[in-house]
């Protein structure tokens, strides 16, 4: 993950917005997410509120999209020989991890986003909430505390460990 926040920041991309809005573009991003968007934030020297507030904000962007159009969406990629396998094996993938989101509900999902670990996180949750049918207010709200969860471990290693190695 660290390469590709440090590819994003030092990127022609990332010479020509503004700080605040390549870390709202990164935390949209899946794998990077909100750990991406904090850790770019820190090497980007922004002021904490700003990089928490501009993280958080990109991760959740995705999330109403993904739980509302991802099965119509995989549906009409599964129609295709190119993307059938692709789709196939994120939704496999996404499916693997359901244990805890399909047995404890709200906490599973709430925790699987909150708790930044790899291959968690919001859009890795909100695909499985979607696939397994969950409530949209349900899963918005778990979501929610799970990226607010998130938010507070991540800026304790971004801005608290981490910010003091690279100062």
């Known amino acids: 993950m660290d390469s590709l926040v440090n590819w994003f920041v030092n990127s022609p991309l990332g010479h020509h917005i503004s700080r605040q809005l390549l870390v ?5 991003f899946p794998i990077l997410e909100l750990r991406g968007g904090l850790l770019a934030s820190t ?14 904000a990109g991760n959740f962007v995705p999330i109403p999209f993904i739980l509302l159009f991802i099965k119509r969406i ?15 094996r994120l939704e496999s993938s996404a499916m693997r991890r359901r244990q805890n989101i399909e047995k404890y509900g709200f906490w599973g999902l709430m925790l699987f986003v909150g708790i930044p670990l790899p291959v968690t996180g919001a859009w890795t949750g909100s695909l499985v909430a979607a696939l397994l049918d969950m409530d949209f207010k ?30």
Do not use: N
């Open 24 to 28: 709202f573009i990164i935390s949209l």
């Open 43 to 56: 090497l980007l020297k922004l002021p904490l509120w700003q990089g928490v507030l501009l993280s958080a």
């Open 74 to 88: 995989f549906a009409w990629l599964r129609k295709t020989r190119l993307f059938k396998p692709l789709v196939d």
């Open 138 to 167: 349900t899963a918005i709200k778990a979501e929610i505390c799970g990226i607010i969860m998130a938010s507070v471990i991540m800026t304790i290693i971004s801005y608290g460990i981490i910010g003091h190695i690279i100062r």
